[in-house]
């Protein structure tokens, strides 16, 4: 089935954007710019961009989580968006989905939003969401990788870098991420 068909046949029958094709090989542009990947999650239904009125096709989540995980630099206001991405659309095709982490090195990255997601889901009754994101951080956990790497933020300073080590959460040091995010942060987990 062609992409465009497949989003025809969603809208047809009112199909989760999950059930969308994902590429074979999926490159994720390494420059996403803010506005448009904010549009990207309106059209999921972020509701911290339901103020934003966009005619932009839908994208398969676990494509967009993918991308947005490979940036640099993120602003906050998208990278609160990635746990809600996992927490809203956590019938992703897993196996894509960790196959595209490990041939981009972002296992941990997404180790960590999986992590902060199950943490927020536990406060709910949805016990297959929440047996879903647990099996999904124990795959992630088998390759996760040894380097320190920061999340979706550029550190410019030794300053800065050991702060976020001093002040990162358990969480954090687990996935080897120098950050400060905490399940507390997610505004529009739920």
């Given at each position: 089935m062609t992409t465009r068909l497949a989003r025809k046949f969603n809208a047809v029958y009112g199909l989760s954007p999950t059930s969308l094709p994902t590429p074979d090989l999926f490159e994720p542009h390494p420059h996403v710019n803010n506005e448009e990947f904010a549009k990207t999650l309106s059209a999921l239904g972020y509701p911290g961009f339901a103020y934003m009125k966009t005619r932009m096709r839908e994208r398969n989540p676990a494509e967009v989580l993918v991308e947005g995980l490979k940036q640099d630099s993120l602003e906050a206001r998208l990278v609160e968006a990635l746990p809600w991405l996992v927490l809203n659309y956590w019938d992703m095709d897993k196996g894509w989905l960790v196959r595209n982490v490990k041939l981009n090195d972002l296992q941990n990255r997404l180790g960590f939003v999986v992590t902060l997601a199950r943490r927020v889901s536990e406060r709910s009754d949805n016990e297959d969401r929440n047996r879903?994101?647990?099996?999904?951080?124990?795959?992630l956990e088998m390759s996760r990788l040894a380097r320190e790497d920061t999340f979706l933020k550029q550190v410019k300073t030794d300053v800065e870098r050991e702060w976020l080590r001093r002040n990162r959460?358990?969480?954090?040091?687990?996935?080897?991420?120098?950050?400060?995010?905490?399940?507390?942060?997610?505004?529009y987990a739920f």
């Open positions: 879903a994101l647990g099996e999904l951080e124990k795959t959460s358990e969480e954090a040091k687990r996935w080897n991420l120098l950050t400060n995010w905490r399940p507390e942060h997610l505004q």
